[in-house]
């Protein structure tokens, strides 16, 4: 070990960490760092040069909003879950995981992601039956030079392509996770009997198969293809909406005093009905009809990002006072950012042009917040709508 530079890391990091419980001791034999952390109930080693690239960047060390991923200058590891491979851990030591990428920075799926472990002591994620260390999984990117750092959402995409690369190779399946836990959420803990309390008096809707789209959303996985499977509900009912909207029209029409007597004009406006009816079924509009007929959006609103209320809806707040004109305006462009949106992650990036309406990558998680108020009430919906109507509307 060189003592001069080398120590004066270690020095740091024992000023800044010790106060946590945390203490360490050189192994010269074997050149490790043998470490004993809170939670942890045996020591776990470290090889010198490995823990010294960690603990000279624990000034910037800096963990993920939702506490999915921790970030220093140089490195990235992002909780993930594993499943379907018997000899991941042999694969893993051999370093059959590990892929350098045009010498700007290296991906390898690791155990005992240090830098997630430090910040879970810090935050207190961590007891005697969750330790902050050995219970993770994670996914490294080490950067060779901190100019060549891929932000939140490029490096997500370079993940999903390293584990499509070993999903082939291994039959290895992923989904990310969080590191974030604590005993003491008393107000979790009151929320969860409050829950309980509200399934205890109500009662189980019929099944339908648009539930487990909801369930399938419900799942750890990724926010993005979380907001798409709860929009796929949306796309599953859309069009009994918008038909729905249509046979009101049409039998307005059909009651008409005109109807025994009919023009030109007459017959043209039954035409303009289906024609409307057509338009509808298309893609930008399918889910429209949705929206403030199938859930009440004034109630959900508020977890819309706060961006899309202020910026692009122009309504921070939303209330059953604002006036019918400007409340379809606010429909017509809430559908938009949700079809933009869709399209932002379905599309190739070469064949998609943005324009303006898409939510933000680092807000979809809230966005879909949103997404599972309205998901759930539109499946309850369905339910509560006559049985002709379901049989009649769903099987043309």
């Known amino acids: 070990m060189k003592e001069n530079e080398d120590n004066k890391f270690l020095q740091h990091f024992s000023t800044k960490f010790g106060s946590y419980g945390i203490s360490y001791y050189y192994d010269k034999e074997d050149d490790t760092i043998c470490i004993t952390l809170p939670g942890e109930e045996e020591e776990i080693s470290y090889f010198l040069g490995q823990f010294l690239s960690y603990i000279k960047e624990i000034d910037s060390l800096k963990p993920g909003e939702i506490y999915d991923k921790v970030s220093t200058t140089s490195y990235t590891q ?6 379907g491979l018997d000899s991941f851990y042999w694969l893993s030591v051999t370093g059959a995981f590990i892929k350098k990428i045009e010498n700007k920075l290296t991906i390898n799926i690791i155990f005992y992601p240090f830098l997630i472990g430090l910040s879970a002591i810090i935050e207190g994620f961590f007891d005697e039956n969750h330790p902050p260390l050995s219970n993770h999984f994670a996914l490294e990117i080490h950067y060779h030079d901190p100019q060549y750092k891929l932000d939140d959402r490029q490096e997500i995409e ?130 429209k009809p949705l929206i403030n007929k199938a859930f009440d959006l004034v109630d959900i609103y508020k977890y819309l990002p706060n961006s899309i209320r202020v910026k692009q809806l122009k309504n921070e707040n939303l209330t059953y006072r604002i006036k019918d004109e400007k409340l379809d305006v ?65 099987n043309k």
């Open 78 to 83: 992002r909780i993930v879950h594993l499943s």
């Open 158 to 287: 370079l993940i999903k392509s390293y584990m499509f690369e070993l999903s082939n190779l291994y039959e290895l399946s992923f989904t990310f996770g969080n590191f974030r836990f604590s005993k003491h959420d008393e107000e979790a803990t009151q929320e969860t009997v409050k829950r309980y309390d509200l399934l205890e008096s109500k009662q189980l809707e019929k099944y339908h198969p648009a539930m487990d789209l909801f369930i399938s959303a419900n799942q750890n996985i990724s926010s993005d293809l979380r907001f798409l499977t709860y929009y796929k509900i949306f796309e599953y009912f859309g069009p009994i909406q918008s038909r729905m909207d249509a046979y009101k029209s049409m039998k307005l029409k059909l009651n008409s005093s005109e109807v025994f007597s009919p023009n030109s004009g007459f017959i043209s406006s039954i035409f303009s009905i289906a024609k409307e009816y057509d338009i509808r079924l298309n893609d930008k509009e399918l889910i």
């Open 330 to 394: 606010l429909i017509d462009t809430l559908g938009k950012i949700l079809y933009s949106t869709r399209n932002s992650i379905v599309h190739a990036k070469s064949n998609f042009n943005p324009n303006g309406l898409e939510c933000k990558y680092e807000e979809i998680e809230q966005l879909n917040k949103f997404m599972h108020k309205a998901c759930y009430s539109i499946i309850r919906w369905y339910n509560d709508l006559p049985d002709y109507l379901k049989l009649e509307i769903s």
